[in-house]
């Protein structure tokens, strides 16, 4: 549980730190999934960048159309956020279950979607937010979308060199809203199966909706058969009961020492159930 020895550089700043950035170098956030992975020698770079200082990238702003949260916010400055509980409310209700205190306060949402575990909660709420990641590199920066961004397991489309300065969640609309629910491993809390749902009503119809799962399968998807299949009905027992049949189509549902693969596609059922329902 040593890691192997490496240097240690501080960054003021995001350009600073992407000058820092090279061969064998690995950008520090919280620590909080790097430094175990380090103690147990999964990785060993040469140098850790850390920007757990860089002001700039903590800050949580309101960006007109939505909320700006920093690359570097911690969970806990989500969890406290008031404008994210008035236009993205899962947001919230997420932060507050990541971990304990001690991980809310230094484990940051950057970090957490750049190592994009299978377990984390954040992937599948910024895919149902239909939110908006965006990177800097030494050229410029560019954006990606969510759904463009978990790519497979511990797999995201971010490049080598490249920090992860933001993440814009639309505000959602007048009719709309949003809830997380998870089954969570009882120690780290670390979601079993975690279900982020996101409706939009037209009248007593939904007119549209975005279904994230985590903890399920390799990595962070969206139940878009159930989405699909949602639109055009109303919210109640019946239409939730008619739709949500099969909430791990088309994905390899892992098995481990938790929940097996049968008991892990019958929770992401009961979860997805259980979302729709506190929105209906
Ligand atoms: C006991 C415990 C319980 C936990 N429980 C939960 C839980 O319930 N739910 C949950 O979702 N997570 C949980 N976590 C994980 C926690 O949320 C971590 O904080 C998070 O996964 C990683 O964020 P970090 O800032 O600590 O990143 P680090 O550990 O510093 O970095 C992780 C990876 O991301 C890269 N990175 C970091 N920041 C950036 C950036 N801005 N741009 C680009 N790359 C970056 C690093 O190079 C590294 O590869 C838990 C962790 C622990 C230790």
Redesign the pocket.
């Known amino acids: 549980m040593i890691p192997t020895s490496f240097d240690y550089k501080k960054a003021n700043s995001v350009e600073e730190a992407l000058s820092m950035l090279g061969d064998d170098t690995?950008?520090?956030?919280?620590?909080?999934?790097?430094?175990?992975a380090l103690k147990l020698r999964l990785n060993s770079p040469g140098t850790l960048v850390d920007?757990s200082k860089i002001s700039s990238?903590k800050e949580i702003s309101d960006g007109g159309d939505s909320i700006a949260i920093g690359?570097?916010a911690t969970?806990a400055s989500i969890a406290n956020d008031k404008s994210l509980d008035q236009y993205c409310p899962m947001m919230g209700q997420a932060a507050r279950?990541?971990?304990?205190i001690q991980?809310r306060n230094?484990?940051?949402i950057?970090?957490?979607i750049?190592?994009a575990?299978p377990?984390?909660?954040?992937p599948a709420i910024l895919l149902a937010a239909d939110a908006r990641i965006v990177?800097q590199n030494k050229n410029g920066s560019r954006e990606i979308a969510a759904d463009q961004f978990f790519k497979g397991f511990f797999e995201t489309a971010?490049e080598e060199g490249?920090?992860?300065?933001a993440i814009h969640i639309p505000k959602s609309q007048k009719n709309s809203n949003s809830c997380y629910v998870k089954f969570?491993q009882p120690a780290?809390?670390?979601?079993i199966v975690g279900v982020a749902a996101a409706v939009e009503m037209d009248g007593s119809v939904v007119k549209s909706a975005r279904l994230g799962l985590t903890g399920v399968g390799e990595f962070a998807y969206r139940a878009t058969a159930i989405e699909n299949a949602l639109t055009g009905k109303p919210l109640n027992e019946t239409t939730i009961n008619e739709v949500v049949q099969n909430a791990t189509e088309n994905t390899n549902v892992m098995s481990d020492h938790f929940a097996s693969e049968k008991y892990r596609a019958h929770l992401a059922n009961v979860y997805l159930k259980r979302a729709l329902r506190k929105l209906g």
């Not at 377990?119 to 954040?122: C, G």
């Open positions: 690995q950008i520090l956030g919280g620590g909080h999934s790097l430094i175990p920007i990238i690359g570097g969970h279950e990541i971990g304990d991980v230094v484990g940051t950057g970090g957490s750049a190592h575990d377990a984390a909660d954040w990177v971010l490249e920090i992860i300065t969570k780290s809390r670390f979601a």
